[in-house]
């Protein structure tokens, strides 16, 4: 499933793209799972297991009846999705308003199907709001110093996995905190937190730092922790505990005494699930709602809510809304490689996403040269579809 250039990417009109989509029906529709491996074995954050070296990902492949193809992460059914078999694609899918409710566990795959029927990159068919380099952060920075158990290695092993990602091109890390919740003494823990991040600052002084506790800290331990890495000029925190509005003015507080201009993101963690879909996809109506609130506070800078579970195409719609509120997007991605490459997409489309979560890595079966990291953003390519394509 190769890649055509996108010479001119000229794009149809709205009328135009209707007929050329109503053109094609979908003929087959495929499953395949495709091995991720990541460059290292990744280790645990506060909350979970040792991530391994990558897993195996569930894929769809749509054909047309003309020949045009589409792919993308997806976790369907057979019955879910076999019923579209001789549909129009443009029943199915519209430019303007993404895939219909029907199709949803497909979404992504339309894009990229309908991006390639048109000859469009899926950011220019969704309207090239947004730049077309988006900085991006390694989100596999995690406890490698607790790894392997039997002779962990340290703070080392976090800078090491650091300088490996600044290799590859990467010029932000984001930092798993919180080892004193479950895998070390609290002390000892918070101890070695604060080790880790002054030890990245001074070895890589050109670079982003992100922290993200997963929720581990209580607000007075992760006040304590800034306190001891206030001159580390961080970039962004991520969940330090569980998000509540006196807590939360506290910190900002206190990253005002100590000049900490961080940015706060939030949202990703969820104690409940929507009950049918909605504009946020799975989350619930109570749980965006609390992130609203605190963000009209301006207690929340970034919401980080998943990209599946909110939903490609949701995401498109619901932007607007997060930038009347004043808010920025970081969509969580962690684990599927492929995720960062859809998400540059979502970003140069409809704009309003301030970073990308990067998982360094790559499918055994996915080309993804058309894609590159130049000064630590990533680089989103003018050729048809997401860019990425199938090999074999």
Known sequence: MG????????????????????????ARIEERQIQDRYPRSVGRN????????GGVRRFRILTTDKGASGWAMAYTTDAEV?????????????VERGSVEDVRPLDKVFYDLAANILGLPVYAMIGAKGPREIPIYSGAIYFDDLEPPARPRGVAGVIASCRQDYEAGYRA????????????????????????????RETFPDCKIL?????????????????????????????????NRDDLLRLREVMSKVGCKAMIAEGEGRTDASKAPWRYGGYSEKHIEHLYALAAE????????????????????VMPELVKAGGKASPHLWAGTPRPYYTAHLAAGVGNVVIIEGIPGRLVQADYSAFTISNGNLVVPDVPGFGLALKG
Not at 4 to 21: G, N, Q, S, Y
Not at 298 to 317: P, S, Y
Request: proline letters at 4%; aromatic letters at 10%; a negative charge.
């Open 3 to 26: 890649r055509v250039p996108c010479a001119h990417c000229a794009i149809p009109t709205k009328d135009a793209a209707a007929r050329m989509l109503a053109e094609h029906r979908i």
């Open 298 to 317: 301006k207690l929340v800078d970034v919401f980080v809510l998943d990209l599946d579970i909110v939903g490609f195409t949701n995401w498109r719609h």
């Open 211 to 243: 922290v993200d506790a997963n929720d581990a800290y209580t607000r007075d331990e992760f006040i304590a922790y800034l306190n001891a890495v206030a001159d580390c000029d961080l970039y962004f925190i991520e969940e330090p505990f569980a998000e």
């Open 46 to 53: 506060a909350k979970g297991s040792p991530q391994g070296t």
């Open 82 to 94: 076999q019923k579209f078999i001789g549909a129009r694609v443009g029943d199915l899918f519209d």
């Open 173 to 200: 890390f984001k930092l798993k905190i919180g080892r004193g919740f479950k895998h070390m003494p609290h002390a000892e823990g918070l101890k070695r937190d604060i080790d880790v991040t002054r030890a990245v």
